[in-house]
C-alpha cells in the first residue's frame, strides 16, 4: 500500500500513531454542539442561526467555519413551495385603503399587524390557518384554525391577537380576500378601534411579510409533515407557532433573535430610558 501511494513505511506508521491536533479536536466537540443545535431546531437551522444560537452561549467561533462544519456532517437548514389560492376577492365590495403601501416598519409592538390565510393538506381535506403577525417583531399575536374560509375564520384570529395585545390603535393590514372586505370583519375592526388596510389584488408584494412567514411555516413544518387529520395537523400548527416560532425561532431581520426575546429586549430598553 506504501508503495502504490509513495510514502515511506515510518511515515505512514507516524501518521497511524500521532494523536488529532488540537484543531481537529475543538472541530469535533463543536460539531456535537451544532449536531445539538441543529435537533433542537427541529432540523431548520442553518449555518447563521446555529452561529447565533452558539453566541449566545459564549461560543466564540465565525460563522464560516460552522458552515464548514455543518457541510462536513451532512446537516442543512431547510428551504421552501407553492400551492392553491386562499384568496377570492368579492366583486362589488370597495375594500380599504392601502395605508402600508409595502413599508412594513413599525417601531414598536401594536402599530401595524398583518394578517392572510393559508392551507394545510391532511389526509382528511384541507385545514384553513388565519394568522395575525405583529410587524415590529415578527411574532404571530392571533391565529384561528377551520376546515371553512368563512369570514369566522379571521374574525376569530383578529380577537385573538386583540384579547392578547389590546391595543390603543393599531393598523390591520391585509389582501383583499372576500373574508377581509365582508361587512362582518370592517364591523369587527369599527367596534374595536383597528383601521384596516388591503393591498393590491394578486401581488404578494403588498402583503409579504406574512407571506414570508408562510414560507418559513410551510418549509419548516408543512412540508416535512403528512398530517392523517386536521386534529392531527391543529397540534402541529400550534406547537410550532407557540412552542417554537414565537419564543425560539431566531430572525435575521430582528438581528437572530426570537419574536419575544426582541419584544423583551425593547421593553428593557423603553423601561431604562424612562428611568
Known amino acids: 500500500?506504501?508503495?502504490?501511494?509513495?510514502?515511506?513505511?515510518?511515515?505512514?506508521?507516524?501518521?497511524?500513531?500521532?494523536?488529532?491536533?488540537?484543531?481537529?479536536?475543538?472541530?469535533?466537540?463543536?460539531?456535537?454542539?451544532?449536531?445539538?443545535?441543529?435537533?433542537?431546531?427541529?432540523?431548520?437551522?442553518?449555518?447563521?442561526?446555529?452561529?447565533?444560537?452558539?453566541?449566545?452561549?459564549?461560543?466564540?467561533?465565525?460563522?464560516?467555519?460552522?458552515?464548514?462544519?455543518?457541510?462536513?456532517?451532512?446537516?442543512?437548514?431547510?428551504?421552501?413551495?407553492?400551492?392553491?389560492?386562499?384568496?377570492?376577492?368579492?366583486?362589488?365590495?370597495?375594500?380599504?385603503?392601502?395605508?402600508?403601501?409595502?413599508?412594513?416598519?413599525?417601531?414598536?409592538?401594536?402599530?401595524?399587524?398583518?394578517?392572510?390565510?393559508?392551507?394545510?393538506p391532511t389526509a382528511a381535506g384541507f385545514l384553513y390557518l388565519a394568522v395575525v403577525l405583529d410587524a415590529f417583531s415578527r411574532r404571530i399575536v392571533g391565529w384561528s384554525m377551520a376546515n371553512h374560509l368563512r369570514t369566522e375564520l379571521v374574525v376569530a384570529a383578529l380577537e385573538m391577537a386583540l384579547e392578547q395585545r389590546k391595543p390603543e390603535a393599531v393598523i390591520h393590514h391585509s389582501d383583499q380576500g372576500?373574508?377581509?372586505?365582508?361587512?362582518?370583519?370592517?364591523?369587527?375592526?369599527?367596534?374595536?378601534?383597528?383601521?384596516?388596510s388591503m393591498g393590491s389584488v394578486g401581488d404578494c408584494y403588498d402583503n409579504a411579510m406574512c407571506e414570508s412567514f408562510f414560507a418559513t411555516l410551510e418549509c419548516e413544518l408543512i412540508d416535512r409533515e403528512a398530517f392523517a387529520t386536521r386534529a392531527e395537523a391543529r397540534l402541529a400548527i400550534f406547537d410550532y407557532i407557540e412552542g417554537w416560532y414565537n419564543p425560539h425561532r431566531r430572525h435575521s431581520a430582528l438581528e437572530y433573535q426570537s419574536p419575544v426575546s426582541y419584544e423583551r429586549r425593547h421593553q428593557a430598553q423603553v423601561a431604562a430610558e424612562s428611568c
Not at 510514502?7 to 505512514?12: D, W
Not at 384568496?87 to 394578517?115: K, M, S, Y
Not at 372576500?178 to 384596516?196: K, N, W
Open 178 to 196: 372576500s373574508q377581509y372586505t365582508s361587512l362582518a370583519f370592517g364591523l369587527h375592526c369599527r367596534e374595536a378601534g383597528v383601521e384596516p
Open 1 to 120: 500500500m506504501c508503495k502504490v501511494l509513495a510514502v515511506s513505511t515510518s511515515g505512514y506508521y507516524a501518521w497511524r500513531s500521532r494523536v488529532p491536533s488540537q484543531r481537529t479536536r475543538d472541530d469535533a466537540m463543536l460539531t456535537e454542539q451544532i449536531r445539538a443545535l441543529h435537533a433542537w431546531s427541529r432540523g431548520t437551522y442553518g449555518a447563521p442561526r446555529i452561529h447565533a444560537e452558539l453566541q449566545d452561549q459564549d461560543v466564540h467561533v465565525g460563522c464560516k467555519r460552522v458552515a464548514r462544519l455543518m457541510r462536513a456532517a451532512g446537516l442543512t437548514g431547510i428551504s421552501r413551495r407553492r400551492g392553491p389560492t386562499t384568496t377570492r376577492r368579492r366583486e362589488g365590495v370597495g375594500p380599504a385603503p392601502d395605508l402600508v403601501e409595502r413599508d412594513f416598519t413599525a417601531t414598536e409592538p401594536n402599530q401595524l399587524w398583518v394578517a392572510d390565510i393559508t392551507y394545510v
